[in-house]
Structures are given as C-alpha cells and as structure tokens.
C-alpha cells in the first residue's frame, strides 16, 4: 500500500543548492536568512505595477460584496506568484521594459486571483476558521457567502482576461484550474480511505500546488514573448519550486508553532497522509503500518493519538527523510537556471529557491 514512487535523489546534507555557474548564486544560498523583500528589489517597480492594476480591476458594486472582497484582497499571503511572474517576465525580455508592460500584469493577476479563489474554497472544504492568522472568509461570512465569493473572484479574472483579448494568457493560465479541482478531488478521496502512497502524494501535490506555480513562471515568460523553449523551461522551474513549497508546508505542520499562521497538525486532523509521515510508513511492516493507520483515523477527536503521531515523525526520521526530498526538488529548479546568463533576476530566482527551504511559515 505504501510503495515509494521516483523522486529526486534526496540532497546531502551540508549545502541545500549548487550554484548554476560562477556568480553570486553559491553565496546566496550559504546565507543563513533569506527575506522576500530583497527578492523582489529587482522587479519592485512590475510588482507596484501589478498591485496598482488589481486595484483598478477588482472592484465591485455592493457594500457587502466590496467588504468582502476587500478582505479577499488583504490576505493575499506572500505573493509568491506575481513574483514568480514578474522575475520570470524580466529575466526573459528581449525588449528592455518589457516586463513593465500590461501583459505581466495580466498574467501576475490571473495566477494570484486563481490561487486567492482556491485558498477560500479549501477553507470553505476543510471547515478552516483561520487563514494565515487571521479569521478565514469562511469564518467571517459563513461556508455559503465565502464560496459566493471564490467563485466571483474566478468568474471576475476570467472576465477581465477575456476582454483583454490576450487569448495566449488567458489559454496557458486556466488550464491550471482543472489540475487543482483533479488534486483537491484526488486528496479528499484518499484522505477517507487512509491509503495515499507516495506516487498519489507526489501527484496531489503537483496538481494542487505546483501545477499553478509553474504555470506562474511559465506565464510570466509567455508575457514578454520568449521562445516556446524558453516558456517550457520556466515552466519546469516553476513546478520543481512549487513542489518543494508544498512538501515544506507539510513538514511545517508538524511543528506546533504560532508563525505557521496556521493550527499545527491540520493535516493529521483531517487524516491527511503526507510526506512527512509516508517516509516513516514506508520503513515499517504491515502490522506497524495498520496501528499508525489506525491512530491517524482517531486524529480527529484523540489529542493523543495525534500527539503520538507526530512523535513517532520526529523520532523516526520523517521530517529529515522529507526535508531531503524537498532540497532535491529545489536543487532541480537551480539547475535549470544554469540555461540563463547571470542576472539580478536570475539572483533573486535563486534566492527564492533559498527561501522556499527555509522558510517557517
């Protein structure tokens, strides 16, 4: 039930990521703290542009709707996407300025609102009443308005996409939105069955997480019109960071902290097998397997199952064995940059890779 499916070679311990040719990018990743803000020193004036196009885009009639899409928009996260858009944009211009145009901003919108939708539905699903420390939608209007909402956010972004007659964006962005329903559907059905192997892993994850990332690093080349090549190549970057985002959340959950934003062991609660725990399951015989199976189904109402749960992933290598495969995804994305000549934004790729891994929340 648990065969381990191909990954990337686990990573030696010692330095997370090579760098892709002589430059600065071997010092940045040995830095010990890595900050958003100077990863996107580089493309700050696309980014305020971004911002400043969605502000123009998303609006709406109604003191309710316009409350609570206020909101929508204010607990956006760390905005990964548009960055992974904006730098891509840049490193791949062939006309200075380019990533300045409105393509970029474009494309930056339609990712972060697709996302935005998907963070208040997967709220409204797992009956979340907090989203990165703050109250979720759901918890603030109800599970019926906070879908009301995901839906006119997506509705409103396909909208302003299709009459801005960029047909190849708008194309090349929502394929990405079938992945995420086909991953989300996928989770729940093993989540009831308690049988998630890593091969189902590895595929819920690329769909619900790193299919859209990639599609952001991707899209972003598209904007500026880069060879088909070149799309493809940032779009594997994309996927290879994305994937290491999804497996560093799920090694974030089991640590009980308050700077994860949000509740510690979310995933054992709602019966979720992920990495953490599959590498430990991996190594044990079937009757070992049964009893943590049958711990996990209690994780709902059993405090103490929970607990043991999470010691016995902690005990027995489940975080190290995760965090392995989690660098190895990042050492992939790293290499593929090697095909771009040095640059601030090649820089601040790197650097976000390094911040992906490090990252505590």
């Given at each position: ?9 686990a990573?030696p311990a ?30 700050e ?33 760390k905005?990964?996407r ?14 200075p ?42 918890a603030?209007?109800?599970?019926h ?44 059905d ?12 590895l595929?819920?994850?690329?769909k ?42 799920d ?22 097998i ?28 059993d ?10 992933v ?29 640059s601030?934004?090649r ?5 976000l ?7 505590d929340?």
């Open positions: 039930m648990f065969a381990s499916a191909a990954v990337p070679k990573a010692g330095p997370v990521l090579r760098r892709p040719d002589r430059d600065r990018s071997r010092e940045i990743m040995e830095e010990k703290m890595t900050t958003l803000d100077r990863i996107r020193k580089p493309v004036a696309e980014l305020k542009a971004f911002e400043e196009f969605v502000g123009r885009q998303f609006t709406a009639e109604g003191e309710l709707l316009s409350e609570m899409l206020r909101q929508a928009l204010l607990a956006r996260g905005g990964i548009p960055l992974l858009v904006m730098l891509a944009a840049a490193m791949n211009e062939s006309v300025g380019a990533s300045l145009g409105r393509r970029p901003c474009l494309a930056a919108m339609m990712v972060e609102m697709i996302h935005v939708a998907s963070l208040i539905h997967d709220d409204v699903i797992d009956g979340s009443d907090m989203r990165r420390g703050k109250p979720s939608a759901n603030l209007w109800q599970s308005k906070a879908v009301i909402l995901g839906d006119y956010i997506l509705a409103r972004n396909m909208n302003i996409g299709l009459q801005s007659g960029q047909y190849d964006l708008v194309t090349h962005i929502c394929g990405s939105m079938s992945a995420l329903c086909e991953g989300e559907i996928l989770q729940s093993h989540a009831a069955r308690f049988d998630t192997t890593r091969k189902d892993y595929d819920i994850i690329r619900k997480t790193a299919s859209l990332i990639g599609i952001s690093a991707s899209a972003g080349a598209l904007a500026v019109g880069a060879s088909r090549d070149r799309v493809a190549l940032m779009r594997r970057f994309g996927e290879a960071v994305g994937m290491a985002f999804q497996i560093q959340d090694i974030l959950d089991y640590t009980a902290s308050d700077s994860t934003g949000k509740p510690a062991f979310a995933d054992l609660r709602e019966g979720k992920t990495l953490p725990l599959l590498c430990v399951l991996e190594r044990m015989d079937e009757g070992r397997r049964a009893e943590i199976v049958d711990r996990l189904r209690r994780c709902g109402e405090a103490g199952a929970m607990e043991y749960l999470q010691r016995i902690a005990n027995e290598g489940g975080i190290s064995a995760a965090t392995g495969v989690m660098r190895s995804y990042l050492s992939q994305a790293v290499e593929l940059l090697s095909e771009y000549d040095a601030d934004c820089a601040a790729l790197v650097e890779c390094a911040y992906v891994g490090e990252r929340r």
